[in-house]
């Protein structure tokens, strides 16, 4: 693969998406966004904070893996596990106390939009869309401020005399609403960690979440805003996210199977609106592994048409489908397991009926492609090549704010190691003869029961931060695929 060749494919493939973006009438996106309290931890930081405990107590709690921040030694635990195996993840805390003892013993540096629905939305309004319809079932009057309103193209729902309007966030939220406040470390290759004798370095640029989960938190949609949902039409399509907010059971007697069902009657009456629409799900790490597997099974499979995720999430989800082999071989071998990565992309496809599944790792991405979804390799080849513009611009920049400040990205250069990996694994392509040498200098690959796509992508060497990347990859790849569609629909 010829990595200038490369870089002209990711000009090309920006320009043609900034001809097609302004195809589509507008996107829907939901359900979850948070304010993201953003640290950025140094050595400093790190030292004072394992001062503050018994260095054999945190290697116990290590062992113990905490599924959710129950009190500080769970948040140190969690946060070393993370900076050692350089591995995204997030997990919840249920306690209002976390967020007080953080904020005495740490601080952040900086406050901004975070969930994926608040991240894709802001991404979609600053790309000149023409019109974002966003729905935050616990919108505050604090959180409408994080949503971008220069463009004046993100509106939300709100029920005025039982009719529903669409209005910008700023005029949307609930009074009274408190805000859902996460927390983000992030944290740098090489920063050198010392704990209970041992030392080692961050493998590589990554951070930790910690998903507040307060108690008013419902992943539901306001009953008038169901009944009345053609109001938000039209739009081409949806980016679901946030199912993670599910909790197994409430105090109501309630329990994960309402919410699931409701989820399923939202996404099915968007398709009744528009035969044509595709619906995106963005995933994120799920502690619960019930809710993980529900979600898969009961919401994505034969629900939506796209899923994206990263590599942590393909093993995460192949686990709890049953392939626990596959998983590991994913995990094991991190980003260097494109083999494995690529066999559970498309056992995910399979597995839960999807005509599209695009995982975005370290340096390349992968799309895996039902037999007969409309457009062609190149055209997807383009939707992917966009979004790693996109990455870059955001690792850069730590924010995009619009398609010509996004091209900064062009500059960055694509990944030496990416194309290493895409290298190692054209031997298996060619060998099963899944493509000729030439498709796969394309990046187009033919499989029996499927398509695929693989790009290297632009990674930049110091990011801003990491947060939200992911985020920007899978909403810029979708945008631009939808936007295609739409634009050949008018004969462009
Ligand atoms: N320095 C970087 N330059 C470019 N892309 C990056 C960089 N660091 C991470 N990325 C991309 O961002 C993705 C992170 O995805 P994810 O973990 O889903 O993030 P989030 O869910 O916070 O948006 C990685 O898979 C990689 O493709
Ligand atoms: O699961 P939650 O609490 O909605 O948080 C999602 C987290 O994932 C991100 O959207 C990144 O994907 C963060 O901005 C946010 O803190
Ligand atoms: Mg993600």
Redesign the pocket.
């Known amino acids: 693969m010829d990595i200038e060749e490369w870089e002209q494919r990711h000009r090309e493939a920006f320009y043609n998406a900034k001809e097609a973006l302004p195809y589509l009438d507008g996107m829907f996106v939901a359900y979850?966004?948070?304010i993201?309290a953003i640290k950025h931890l140094t050595e400093e930081d790190l030292l004072k904070l394992i001062r503050l405990f018994d260095e054999a107590e945190i290697q116990d709690r290590v062992a113990v893996y905490p599924r959710e921040i129950a009190e500080p030694l769970d948040f140190v635990a969690r946060l070393l596990i993370s900076m050692r195996e350089g591995k995204a993840a997030?997990v919840?805390t249920y306690t209002e106390d976390t967020h007080k003892w953080l904020k005495e013993h740490l601080g952040f540096d900086y406050a901004?939009?975070?969930?994926?629905?608040?991240?894709i939305s802001n991404l979609l309004a600053r790309l000149d869309l023409k019109k974002v319809v966003t729905y935050i079932p616990w919108l505050s009057e604090e959180q409408a401020d994080y949503f971008a309103a220069e463009n004046g193209n993100i509106l939300h729902p709100r029920v005025e005399d039982g009719k529903v309007v669409l209005k910008p966030p700023s005029e949307a939220f609930k009074p009274g609403r408190g805000s859902?406040v996460?927390?983000?470390f992030e944290f740098s290759k090489d920063l050198k960690v010392t704990c209970a004798g041992s030392t080692f370095k961050v493998p590589r640029d990554n951070r930790l979440?910690i998903?507040?989960?307060p108690k008013w938190i419902r992943l539901d949609m306001d009953r008038e805003i169901y009944d009345q949902l053609d109001s938000i039409f039209p739009v081409d399509g949806a980016m679901l996210?946030?199912y993670?907010?599910i909790k197994e059971e409430y105090e109501d007697g309630s329990t994960y199977k309402d919410y699931v069902e409701h989820s399923v009657e939202v996404i099915n009456k968007l398709k009744s609106l528009n035969p044509d629409f595709r619906i995106h799900v963005?995933l994120?790490s799920i502690q619960n592994r019930l809710i993980r597997k529900t979600i898969l099974t009961d919401i994505v499979a034969r629900h939506v048409h796209s899923l994206g995720l990263d590599t942590v999430e393909v093993a995460n989800a192949l686990n709890v489908l049953g392939y626990e082999e596959l998983s590991y071989s994913v995990i094991r071998k991190g980003e260097n397991g494109i083999m494995s990565l690529y066999q559970g992309a498309v056992q995910l496809m399979k597995d839960l009926k999807l005509e599209r599944v695009h995982v975005h790792s370290l340096g390349f991405y992968i799309c895996i492609l039902a037999k007969g979804h409309p457009l062609t390799l190149k055209e997807h080849r383009d939707a992917l090549l966009f979004s790693s513009v996109l990455a870059a611009a955001r690792a850069l920049n730590g924010k995009i704010e619009s398609l010509d400040d996004a091209e900064v990205g062009l500059d960055i250069p694509v990944s030496a190691s990416g194309m290493e990996d895409l290298e190692n694994f054209k031997l298996y392509c060619t060998g099963r003869k899944l493509c000729s040498p030439d498709e796969f200098e394309y990046g187009y690959i033919y499989g029996p029961d499927h398509d695929a796509i693989l790009i290297p992508s632009k990674v930049v060497d110091r990011p801003k931060a990491t947060?939200?990347i992911?985020?920007t990859i899978s909403a810029g790849a979708f945008a631009a695929m939808l936007a295609r569609m739409k634009q050949i629909k008018a004969g462009k």
Not at 112 to 119: L, S, V
């Open positions: 979850n966004s948070n993201d997030e919840p901004r939009m975070g969930g994926q629905a608040g991240i859902k996460n927390w983000i979440i998903s507040s989960r996210s946030g993670q907010m963005e994120t947060v939200g992911g985020d």
